[in-house]
């Protein structure tokens, strides 16, 4: 009986919601575009960049809120970015320099 009991604690805490404050956001990169120009999310949210495209896309910012390289990845490859500071942080893609994204960051 205190199996089952266990069971459908653990079972009940992976539907929860992330920490308070935290959530996902998913930006696709298709047709040499971010599926979205402008996003806003708050510190410790994660950005999902997935690649759609059949060619390579690099994903950096150099902005001073957040400095990143995300390297290289094909397609139906993803990476993930956590939000770490409060500012507008100003993305683009290495190989395709007309792919441009700006996240508003807030508390």
Known sequence: MHR????L?????LSLP???GAGEHMVAQKNKAFTVKTL???VGD?????????FAHNIFSLSGVQSFDLGTFGKD??????L???????IECAIHPEM????EVEK
Request: glycine share 8%; aromatic share 2%.
């Open 40 to 42: 806003k999310a708050k």
């Open 9 to 13: 604690l653990t079972a009940a805490s």
């Open 18 to 20: 992330q920490a308070a």
């Open 4 to 7: 089952t009991v266990g069971a």
């Open 46 to 54: 994660t950005v999902v960049f997935r690649n759609e495209d059949p």
């Open 77 to 82: 490859e993803s990476k993930k970015l956590v």
């Open 100 to 103: 441009k994204l700006t996240v």
């Open 84 to 90: 770490g500071k409060e500012g507008k942080l100003e």
